[in-house]
C-alpha cells in the first residue's frame, strides 16, 4: 500500500509591493531635506505636506505587516525590483499604494492571489487597490487557503515572431515610439488593413476603463469589455486614409483568434505594456506581433 504524499510544512509568504514615496523620490534627487524643501518652497509649496503623506504610508505599511499571520514569512520588493524577484506558488502578494502597483506586479504572477491594499483612501482611487488595512488579518490566511472571494482579471500577451512576448494588465500599444505616424499591416476576423494611425492599442477588460475609454469617448466606438470576460479590445488612434491606407478597422474584440499586425515602419516601431514606454520591444519594417488574451490571468482578491 502505497504511503500519502507528504504534506508541505513550509508556511506561506505574504510578499509586499510599494514603490517609493514622493518625499523618498525627492530626497533621491535633491540628496537633503533642505535642499528638497528649498526646491519646493521656490516654487509655493510644502515639504512638510510631503513628509506627512510618507509617513502616513509607511504607518499604513507597518499596519499591514503586522497584520501577517506569526508563523508566516515575509518579503517586501520595490516596484523596480519585481523583474529581479522570484515569485513562489504559496505566495499572497500585497501591492499597498496607488492602483498602477497592481498592474505593475501583474504580469510576473502565475495565478497567486493579489491583495491590493489603499494606504490613503482619500488620495487613491482603489479600483485595484481596494482592501483597508483593517481587512487583511481575516483576507490573508483565507487567500493562502484560497477560500477569498476573488476575480480572474483577463490580460492581455503580445508575441512577436523573435519569441519574445509581453504581458499587460490593461493594455498593449503598438506604434511609433514618438507617438507620430506608425505604419502597419492589422488583420483580424479575415479582414486585412494597411493603416497609417498614431498606433493601437489592445485593452483588457480592466484596461477598457482607461487610455482605451478615452480613444472610444473621442471616435464615438463603444467596445464593451467584461472584466473576466476572455477576450480583448483593439482601438486604432487616429487613422488616416489615404490611396494606400483604410479606416475601416478602427476598433473590434478578439477572442480566440489573435490581433495579426504587421510592421511597415523602417525606424521607430515600438511595442510596450500598461504605460511603460521605456520598456518596450523594437517594431521595425517586416516584424510581426499576434496580440491576444494572455493564457493566465490576474487572480485578484475582492475580499
Known sequence: MSSPPPVSTIAPRAVFVTRETDYELLIARHATRDQ????????????????????????????ARGAVPGHWRQALVKRADLD????????????????????????????????GVNPAPDLHDGVL????????????????????????????????????????????????????????????????????SSGLIVASGTGATGWARSIA???????????EERAVGYWVREPFPSIVTATQMRAGKVTDV?????????????????????????FDWGRRVHVSPAPRCLHLVIG
Do not use: C, W
Open 36 to 63: 528638497a524643501r528649498f526646491f519646493l518652497e521656490t516654487r509655493g509649496q510644502r515639504i512638510e505636506d510631503v513628509e506627512a503623506r510618507h509617513h502616513r504610508f509607511h504607518a499604513a505599511l507597518a499596519s
Open 84 to 115: 529581479r524577484f522570484l515569485f513562489a506558488r504559496d505566495d499572497v502578494v500585497v501591492p499597498v499604494g496607488q492602483d498602477g502597483l497592481v498592474a505593475n506586479v501583474a504580469k510576473y504572477l502565475d495565478g497567486q492571489p493579489v491583495i
Open 129 to 196: 487597490v481596494r482592501i483597508a488595512v483593517d481587512k487583511l488579518a481575516r483576507l490573508l490566511p483565507a487567500s493562502a487557503a484560497r477560500d477569498a472571494a476573488i476575480e480572474r482579471r483577463t490580460m492581455v500577451q503580445a508575441t512577436l515572431d523573435g519569441g519574445e512576448t509581453l504581458t499587460a494588465l490593461n493594455e498593449i500599444f503598438v506604434g511609433h515610439r514618438s507617438h507620430q505616424s506608425a505604419r502597419y499591416r492589422i488583420e483580424a476576423h479575415g479582414m486585412t488593413e494597411d493603416h497609417s
Open 217 to 227: 469617448q473621442a471616435t464615438h466606438i463603444d467596445q464593451p469589455l467584461g472584466l
Open 258 to 282: 489573435p490581433l495579426l499586425i504587421t510592421s511597415r515602419m523602417n525606424d521607430g516601431g515600438v511595442i510596450f505594456a500598461d504605460g511603460i514606454e521605456q520598456d518596450f520591444i523594437a
